[in-house]
């Protein structure tokens, strides 16, 4: 039978984001700005250096805020440090999810994903450690490009 599905909208899919070591020293997930619909699994791929993909959660030590939906389940990578190693995390809960890189955190290493539409703490701010694009241009756009945004 096949497999396509187009009840739901692009919900249950899966979507890739990259985190980057670039030759001049840039340290960056791309795209920087994403938007998905609930129960969309996001793929964390270590291209290339050592990254993590971090919710800004209390409940993460390295976090010093929460910057994800109330009732939302946080996520932490860990630092993966092999090249093409991933991490997945389905997200369920609609808003807005700031996430950060542990070791880059101070470099600022940051990205934001829209789940369904914005919403939540770190809605109308900017996380503590770097710029992300707006939510309402990611939802607009789909996904921001980290090129397309730092440039």
């Given at each position: 039978?096949?497999?396509?599905?187009?009840?739901?909208?692009?919900?249950?899919?899966?979507?890739?984001?990259?985190?980057?070591?670039?030759?001049?020293?840039?340290?960056?997930?791309?795209?920087?700005?994403?938007?998905?619909e609930p129960g969309?699994?996001?793929?964390?791929?270590?291209?290339?250096?050592?990254?993590?993909?971090?919710?800004?959660?209390?409940?993460?030590?390295?976090?010093?805020?929460?910057?994800?939906p109330e009732g939302?389940?946080?996520?932490?990578?860990?630092?993966?440090?092999?090249?093409?190693?991933?991490?997945?995390?389905?997200?369920?809960?609609?808003?807005?999810?700031?996430?950060?890189?542990?070791?880059?955190?101070?470099?600022?290493?940051?990205?934001?994903?829209?789940?369904?539409?914005?919403?939540?703490?770190?809605?109308?701010?900017?996380?503590?450690?770097?710029?992300?694009?707006?939510?309402?241009?990611?939802?607009?756009?789909?996904?921001?490009?980290?090129?397309?945004?730092?440039?």
């Amino acid at each position: 039978g096949t497999e396509t599905s187009t009840e739901g909208g692009s919900g249950g899919g899966t979507t890739t984001v990259e985190m980057i070591t670039s030759d001049d020293g840039s340290y960056y997930f791309d795209p920087i700005g994403l938007a998905v619909e609930p129960g969309t699994t996001v793929t964390f791929e270590n291209v290339s250096g050592s990254h993590s993909a971090t919710a800004y959660d209390e409940s993460v030590d390295a976090a010093s805020t929460t910057r994800i939906p109330e009732g939302a389940s946080a996520f932490n990578s860990g630092t993966l440090t092999e090249e093409g190693a991933t991490f997945e995390h389905t997200f369920e809960t609609s808003g807005t999810y700031d996430y950060f890189c542990i070791p880059h955190k101070s470099l600022g290493m940051v990205g934001r994903i829209v789940v369904g539409e914005a919403g939540g703490p770190a809605e109308g701010s900017m996380p503590p450690d770097g710029d992300v694009p707006e939510s309402g241009t990611i939802v607009d756009q789909g996904s921001v490009a980290y090129s397309e945004f730092s440039g």
